[in-house]
């Protein structure tokens, strides 16, 4: 069984930085690309970023609004996603999602951790 | 600003018939057929209910059913039930790696 399981999120300060880990079971996850998807209070879905899988190197896409402060990473050997944060804002303030990719659509979700940006 | 327009809410009655419009831009929408839709419930994580415009994974009802004309992809849910009540996110695949999704849309079942 497939499962997404997101940790590290809390409470934190404006402008320090927080590191978020995502363990993946059920599945190899050097084969996948996997994302960060993070929503608001009460607000919609935002894509963070994605990090592609080993056969394509690894490399990774950030969107614009978080370009340069966030930064996503892997341990294959572990099963873990890192999404590195920094340079917080109130902002940043929302529940972050882990998710598989496959092709072009995310078929699996973690339950979420929530981040707080405040001080 | 999301980066795909859908309506705020829509609502219907048991039983009818609902569509959840998804406007993006010749750069996502129109330029791919990699259309997704996620279904959430309130304190629960988004659920994958259609990928690639119309296709629907294994778990998900016939009822719902997907589309796309240009750069507007569109969302039919058939027979409504109570259970459809949520929040429904369209997302397109934007190119480079990149992904974009709507504003998201309540659904309400009267």
């Known amino acids: 069984e497939v499962q997404l399981e997101e940790s590290g999120g809390g409470l934190v300060q404006p402008g320090r930085s927080l590191r978020l880990s995502c363990s993946a079971s059920?599945?190899?996850?050097?084969?996948?690309?996997m994302s960060w998807v993070r929503q608001a209070p009460g607000k919609g879905l935002e894509w963070v970023g994605l990090?592609?899988?080993?056969?394509?190197?690894?490399?990774?896409e950030h969107a614009g609004s978080v370009g340069g402060r966030f930064a996503i990473s892997r341990d294959d050997s572990r099963g873990i996603v890192f999404l590195q944060m920094t340079s917080l804002t109130t902002e940043d303030t929302a529940v972050y999602y882990c998710?598989?990719?496959?092709?072009?659509?995310?078929?699996?979700w973690g339950q979420g951790t929530l981040v707080t940006v405040s001080s | 600003q999301p980066a795909l327009t859908q309506p705020a809410s829509v609502s219907g009655s048991p039983g009818q018939s609902i569509t959840i419009s998804c406007t993006g831009t010749s750069y996502d929408i129109g330029n791919y057929n990699f259309v997704s839709w996620y279904q959430q419930h309130p304190g629960k994580a988004p659920k994958l209910i259609i990928y690639?415009?119309?296709q629907r994974p294994s778990g998900t009802s016939d009822r719902l059913s997907g589309s796309k004309s240009g750069n507007t992809a569109s969302l039919t849910i058939s027979g409504l039930q109570s259970e459809d009540e949520a929040h429904y996110y369209c997302?397109?695949?934007?190119?480079?790696?990149?992904?974009?999704f709507g504003g998201g849309t309540k659904l309400t079942v009267l």
């Open positions: 997302c397109s695949y934007a190119g480079g790696g990149f992904s974009v």
């Open positions: 690639d415009v119309n």
């Open positions: 059920g599945f190899n996850v050097e084969y996948y690309a």
């Open positions: 998710l598989r990719k496959t092709r072009e659509f995310f078929d699996y």
């Open positions: 990090i592609r899988g080993k056969k394509y190197g690894g490399t990774t």
